[in-house]
């Protein structure tokens, strides 16, 4: 028998269940009347959309399932009485933290019938200034401000002063600040490697640039096709990502680490690969841990699936670029990577350009042109915008460009040198104590620390007792600093290593000793089951930061120094 011949016996059995099949159905349905074969095929029908719609959702039926459940015992009377009455605890100690002022202090909660004099203004300004407990001038506190420098800050206030008045929305009425704008994008395409159709835009900061390109590649996406844009981007990628999917209807699938790394797990990124993924991500490098993640494999996937690869370089952009004249040799992470199709860097980070400026780049201009919006219809005219905001301060824009000038190539290399260096040492202090360790093999400027012996936020309120002020990490827990120039005048490094030793001792006697204060807090709130009570209370801490009421109570529920935090 050849091969045709055995089609031909497959075909005809095929024909003949077909056959029994149609004759099955017509017995079933010979004693129904047509509208009733209709209605059931009608009900079957929204039936099926309404399951696919209810089963196949951005977040997963389980997290929904979940929701629900922890709604559901949250009515219970006792148990949703007990939990609102903690949570307004909670509240209130943030509100007595944010909210409490000095001795005669009070808000200004309407326009004074008559306007003050400059004097008067500044006096008021210097009132203000008292509230300051924090002393980021002496290198106590992780991240938050780069420099300061007092020379550069003068530079700033003047430039600023002179185009406070000014809107890249009008280029022809401010044509200085559009040359300026133009010339940030090109001396930052050039710093990380952008061949000649390299191009980007200044935004407010970090997360708008970041914004910017997961619109840009979910237009894309659309454009190919695609209903349901995903992002898939490392566990530890900044929270802009998720406030993008939020935002732009996206779905943003997290890619677990290596354990050992704490870099993204290239294998898992593969396998999670879709027809729905619009854009990959890396982290060059990530906040949480400071580890720079494999771009060079992840590009090579972006390649493969020809896919766009954004590297989120907002913290240490300004750092990795110059690095290599530094002294100190990195895997390429920029242009130079095949695959890399964006890259987000802020200024006003080690840019040390003041806060509100960042730039998002793109290999080619062809990427820009999806981040830009256009509405030719209005009535207004023509109405076009680079990105989310309209009108624009030009002032921003030239104290940024100042900076890059006055900084220079020389300059920027000097403080990364300085910068990095002292990253390094307190890492490999850190690695030689007993109790403690470091994530990963961080190459930057942020050194994230973790224990197996204690719970590390008992580290952390001790590093605060002692007027230090880090970032608090969760999943898993730990700290981190975020070393600036700040930490590099004399003695700080050494004062912190000290201090790290020194409380870690202590701890060491009792390991086991209960964590109080905000420490404890932090603890809890990452082994909260119902993320809605977090949350709950994230806006809580929002609403206090918009309050011009006096905070009822002035008795603290917390134990520890909640204002450090």
């Known amino acids: 028998m050849d091969y045709w011949s055995a089609l031909e016996v497959y075909k005809e059995m095929v024909l003949l269940y077909l056959e029994e099949g149609r004759r099955q159905v017509n017995s079933h349905c010979g004693d129904l009347e047509p509208w009733q074969i209709i209605g059931v095929s009608i009900l079957t029908t929204l039936g099926a959309v309404w399951m696919k719609g209810f089963l196949f959702q951005q977040e997963s039926l389980t997290s929904r399932i979940k929701k629900q459940c922890f709604r559901l015992i949250r009515k219970i009377p006792f148990v949703g009485g007990a939990i609102q009455s903690q949570l307004n605890k909670a509240l209130d100690d943030m509100s007595t933290s944010l909210c409490t002022l000095k001795e005669g202090m009070s808000y200004t909660r309407q326009l004074p019938a008559k306007g003050l004099s400059q ?35 003068k530079l700033l206030v003047k430039v600023y002063g002179d185009f406070a008045w000014s809107n890249p929305l009008h280029p022809d009425i401010f044509p200085g600040v559009r040359k300026m704008e133009a010339e940030v994008v090109r001396m930052a395409c050039t710093l990380f490697h952008g061949g000649p159709n390299s191009c980007g835009t200044v935004t407010s900061g970090g997360t708008e640039s970041i914004l910017m390109a997961c619109k840009a590649y979910r237009d894309m996406a659309y454009e190919r096709g695609v209903k349901y844009p995903e992002i898939l981007a490392p566990v530890s990628v900044h929270a802009a990502f998720d406030k993008a999917a939020h935002y732009f209807g996206m779905k943003l699938v997290h890619i677990p680490l ?34 720079m993640d494999p771009i060079e494999e992840v590009g090579k ?49 080690y840019g040390y350009a003041p806060k509100g400026s960042s730039v998002i780049l793109y290999s080619d201009k062809k990427y820009r042109h999806y981040q830009y919006f256009v509405a030719p219809d209005w009535q207004g005219g023509i109405y076009a915008s680079p990105s989310v905001a ?5 002032g921003i824009i030239a104290a940024c460009w100042a900076t890059m000038m006055h900084m220079g190539e020389n300059g920027y290399v000097d403080a990364t040198r300085k910068i990095v260096s002292a990253a390094r040492r307190i890492r490999t202090e850190i690695c030689k104590m007993d109790g403690v360790f470091v994530f990963g093999d961080p190459e930057v400027s942020v050194v994230a620390i973790g224990s197996d012996v204690f719970d590390i936020f008992r580290l952390s309120n001790a590093l605060t007792s002692k007027g230090w002020n880090l970032n608090t990490l969760q999943y898993p827990s730990s700290i981190h600093i975020c070393c600036t120039v700040l930490h590099t005048q004399p003695g700080v ?51 206090c930061l918009y309050s011009t009421e006096e905070p009822k109570s002035t008795t603290s529920h917390m134990n520890g120094n909640g204002k450090a935090h």
């Open 493 to 543: 490094v050494d004062q912190f290593i000290d201090d790290v030793r020194e409380q870690v001792t202590i701890i060491l006697k009792n390991p086991k000793e209960k964590t109080t204060g905000m420490g404890a807090i932090y603890g809890m709130a990452q082994s909260i089951p119902d993320r809605s009570m977090v949350t709950e209370i994230s806006r809580g801490f929002l609403d």
């Open 258 to 291: 290596d354990k050992k790394t704490m870099k993204v797990d290239v294998k898992a990124m593969k396998r999670a690969i879709s027809k729905n993924t619009a854009m990959l991500v890396c982290s060059a490098p990530q906040f949480p841990h400071g580890i």
């Open 390 to 394: 309209g009108s624009r301060p030009g």
């Open 119 to 153: 004097s008067q203004v500044l006096d008021k300004i210097r009132e203000y200034q008292t509230l300051n407990e924090v002393r980021w001038e002496k290198g106590c506190v992780s991240g938050a401000v780069y420099w300061g420098d007092e020379t550069l800050t």
């Open 301 to 349: 996937l972006a390649e493969r699936y020809n896919l766009p690869l954004h590297v989120d370089a907002c913290l240490g952009g300004f750092l990795i670029v110059f690095m290599a004249k530094a002294g100190y040799s990195l895997a390429p992470f920029d242009f130079r990577v095949k695959g890399v199709t964006s890259i987000s860097a802020d200024t006003h980070k």
